[in-house]
């Protein structure tokens, strides 16, 4: 059964990057296909990207294009999504999920504060 | 792009009753990639439904889908006082992998 264990909260302030870390276990990541979605306060769920298997290739959502990274560790079987140029509007929880038959299953989520 | 738009926003209803949510998108979706997904405040979504109609492992069978092309239906048949959530369907066929808005499904 696979488990994903996200990084902690961070707090970044505007301009700067941040790094979330995804560590899967009960599975490999090169069995898996990861994607990161994330949820602004009282807000709904945003899709950014992820592996696309079809093409092999790792699809952004066009709003982050150029600002966000999403990179996968096969050693250590862990993904990572950077996001960079940070604004007040990108204060949110940040999801990663592994997609098969829907997303299943999900992190538990890794706040990240942006303020100056 | 397909764009989701589910409804109502807010449904209110009582224990025991039964809830049916929309989500209608504006291109044909595959059924093979329209998802239901439930999330409680300060916790992650949980997947109900995959394939517009198989429910994921695990959930109760009170929870059922259906629907084709545009038109998409979550049908709750008692809701017991665990369900009271929101709810967000998803497409996961093409890109963007668009979410709907989310259906608020509140204690009447």
């Known amino acids: 059964q696979v488990q994903l264990v996200q990084s902690g909260a961070e707090v970044k302030k505007p301009g700067a990057s941040v790094k979330v870390s995804c560590k899967v276990s009960?599975?490999?990541?090169?069995?898996?296909?990861m994607h990161w979605v994330r949820q602004a306060p009282g807000k709904g769920l945003e899709w950014m990207g992820g592996?696309?298997?079809?093409?092999?290739?790792?699809i952004y959502a066009q709003k982050f294009q150029g600002r966000v990274t999403m990179t996968e560790d096969t050693s250590t079987d862990t993904a990572y999504m950077e996001l960079s140029s940070l604004r007040s509007e990108d204060t949110a929880v940040y999801y990663c999920?592994?997609?098969?038959?829907?997303?299943?299953?999900w992190g538990q989520g890794t706040l990240v504060t942006v303020s100056s | 792009e397909i764009v989701l738009t589910q409804s109502p926003g807010t449904l209110s209803l009582s224990p025991g009753e039964r809830a049916t949510l929309s989500c209608r998108a504006s291109?044909?979706?595959?059924?093979?990639?329209l998802a239901w997904y439930q999330q409680k405040p300060g916790q992650a979504p949980r997947l109900l439904i995959y394939?517009?109609?198989s429910r994921a492992t695990g959930i109760p069978d009170r929870f059922s889908g259906s629907g084709s092309g545009t038109d998409f239906t979550l049908t709750i048949s008692r809701l017991e006082p665990e369900d009271f959530a929101v709810y967000y369907c998803?497409?996961?066929?093409?890109?963007?992998?668009?979410f709907g808005q989310g259906t608020k499904v509140e204690i009447k």
């Open positions: 999920a592994t997609v098969g038959d829907g997303y299943n299953p």
């Open positions: 009960g599975y490999t990541l090169t069995e898996l296909s």
């Open positions: 592996f696309d298997p079809e093409d092999g290739e790792t």
């Open positions: 291109q044909s979706v595959s059924s093979s990639y």
């Open positions: 394939g517009a109609s």
């Open positions: 998803q497409q996961y066929g093409s890109s963007p992998r668009a």
